[in-house]
């Protein structure tokens, strides 16, 4: 092979390498815009989130404990040597196993939106405080020419000066806050968290009848549990006979069942104490979401107003800023009224085993 030859196929080769890297360049660049225009098209909304709780460990672990209850059960059915006792054990396993994987399902729903309102809520405090501290930098900035033409003293200076410090401090607190809450929430869904979707106010359903509540604490597995024991007892009770029983045996049985009974209604009694509580918290939620609601319209209209008469030139920009302020600090506290409510309505369900009609996600 000639030199020229030899030559020819070596540039070949370069080119070849050289679009072969151009590809390569190209294909990552691809990659990185598509990815990056996925994230900034991707929201997360509520029920995205709440439809992550089946993948929380609690839920997992309470499903696996479903799966071999309901095994175990199949087998104690299969099995024509297996006594009465043994086929109600089972059985009851598999009630008390659904039970509590539905338990574990409220809860698992109620920690994803408490931390889905905590961030936020933190990002509304981020943007007030942002606003507050460009807020009280034009204040000091005022301040400052009002001193030098004579109309403050130097202490007014000193005091928007420490103003302004307050309002950074709070501004890089809400930071650390926002950052805190988005790692919560990321944690709790197992998933990247770039922006968050409001909650629609369709999430905010109506109290149920408090007698509903009370008639679902039957699916606690705490009374259930409890109550199952009732049923034992009262089958030990059943499956003795003087024939072949002492009295002894059949009175022990029969004080077994009593304070299975007993059990029964001191724990009954404590959920509805339990569970009145939190109905009462969700009847006082909705209260001063109400409240705060009518406080954030005043807000709304007096903005309005300042609005035209800065307009009109009857005011200037730091005073209508200052009704901004106002109104801002009104939308954060209606914000976070609206997602107590909802709190509140998620404790309820998870405290109840009450189904509320859009909110379990699963």
Same mark, same amino acid.
């Not at 839920?59 to 009465?84: C, E, H, I, Y």
């Not at 024991?229 to 003795?240: H, N, S």
């Not at 705060?292 to 107003?305: D, F, I, P, S, Y």
């Given at each position: 092979?000639?030199?020229?030859?030899?030559?020819?196929?070596?540039?070949?080769?370069f080119?070849? !390498?050289? $679009?072969?890297?151009?590809?390569?360049?190209?294909?990552?660049?691809s990659?990185?815009?598509?990815s990056?225009?996925? /994230?900034?098209?991707?929201?997360?909304?509520? =029920?995205?989130?709440l439809?992550?709780?089946?993948?929380?460990?609690?839920?997992?672990? /309470?499903? +696996?404990?479903?799966?071999?209850?309901?095994?175990?059960?199949? @087998?104690?059915?299969?099995? =024509?040597?297996?006594?009465?006792?043994?086929?109600? !054990?089972?059985?009851?396993?598999?009630?008390?196993?659904?039970?509590?994987?539905?338990?574990?399902?409220?809860?698992?729903?109620?920690?994803?939106?408490?931390?889905?309102?905590?961030?936020?809520?933190?990002?509304?405090?981020?943007?007030?405080?942002?606003?507050?501290?460009?807020?009280?930098?034009?204040?000091?900035?005022?301040?400052?020419? $009002?001193?030098?033409?004579?109309?403050?003293?130097? +202490?007014?200076?000193?005091?928007?000066?420490?103003?302004?410090?307050?309002?950074?401090?709070?501004?890089?607190?809400?930071?650390?806050?926002?950052? #805190?809450?988005?790692?919560?929430?990321?944690?709790?869904? %197992?998933?990247?968290v +770039?922006?968050?979707?409001?909650? =629609?106010?369709?999430?905010?359903v109506?109290?149920?009848?408090?007698?509903?509540?009370?008639v679902n604490?039957?699916?606690?597995?705490?009374? #259930?549990?409890?109550?199952?024991?009732?049923e034992?007892? !009262?089958?030990?009770v059943?499956? #003795?006979? =003087?024939?072949?029983?002492?009295?002894?045996?059949?009175?022990?049985?029969?004080?077994? #069942?009593?304070?299975? !009974?007993?059990?029964?209604s001191?724990? $009954? $009694?404590?959920?509805?104490?339990?569970?009145?509580?939190?109905?009462?918290?969700?009847?006082?939620?909705?209260?001063?979401?109400?409240? @705060?609601?009518?406080?954030?319209?005043?807000?709304?209209?007096?903005?309005?107003?300042?609005k035209?008469?800065?307009?009109?030139?009857?005011?200037?920009?730091?005073?209508?800023?200052?009704?901004?302020? %106002?109104?801002?600090?009104?939308? +954060? %506290?209606?914000?976070?009224?609206?997602?107590?409510?909802?709190?509140?309505?998620?404790?309820?369900?998870?405290?109840?085993?009450?189904?509320?009609?859009?909110?379990?996600?699963?």
């Amino acid at each position: 092979m000639n030199t020229v030859t030899k030559s020819k196929i070596q540039n070949r080769r370069f080119e070849n !390498q050289k $679009r072969t890297l151009f590809d390569f360049r190209f294909w990552i660049f691809s990659l990185f815009l598509l990815s990056f225009v996925f /994230a900034q098209d991707t929201q997360l909304t509520l =029920p995205d989130a709440l439809a992550t709780s089946n993948n929380r460990s609690s839920v997992v672990t /309470a499903q +696996l404990a479903l799966n071999d209850a309901t095994v175990a059960l199949s @087998r104690t059915q299969a099995d =024509p040597l297996a006594l009465r006792l043994e086929r109600t !054990q089972a059985s009851q396993k598999v009630t008390l196993s659904q039970a509590q994987l539905d338990e574990a399902k409220y809860k698992a729903v109620q920690d994803i939106t408490s931390g889905y309102t905590q961030l936020l809520e933190a990002q509304a405090a981020l943007n007030l405080s942002t606003f507050a501290r460009d807020l009280s930098n034009q204040n000091l900035q005022i301040t400052t020419i $009002r001193r030098d033409k004579g109309s403050a003293t130097d +202490l007014e200076v000193q005091e928007a000066q420490n103003a302004l410090e307050d309002a950074e401090n709070n501004l890089a607190s809400s930071e650390q806050g926002v950052a #805190l809450a988005k790692t919560n929430l990321e944690g709790l869904v %197992a998933m990247p968290v +770039l922006t968050l979707a409001p909650i =629609p106010d369709e999430a905010l359903v109506p109290l149920p009848a408090l007698e509903t509540v009370l008639v679902n604490l039957d699916k606690l597995p705490a009374l #259930l549990q409890v109550n199952q024991g009732i049923e034992l007892a !009262q089958l030990g009770v059943d499956l #003795l006979d =003087p024939s072949y029983a002492s009295k002894s045996q059949i009175d022990t049985a029969q004080l077994q #069942l009593e304070t299975a !009974q007993t059990s029964s209604s001191e724990v $009954r $009694r404590g959920l509805e104490l339990q569970a009145r509580t939190f109905y009462n918290q969700a009847s006082t939620a909705s209260e001063t979401l109400n409240i @705060r609601q009518v406080a954030l319209q005043n807000a709304l209209e007096r903005e309005g107003l300042e609005k035209q008469r800065l307009d009109a030139g009857l005011i200037a920009d730091i005073g209508y800023k200052q009704t901004q302020l %106002a109104t801002k600090q009104a939308e +954060l %506290a209606a914000l976070q009224a609206k997602h107590a409510y909802l709190n509140a309505l998620m404790a309820l369900q998870a405290g109840t085993m009450t189904p509320l009609e859009g909110l379990y996600g699963f």
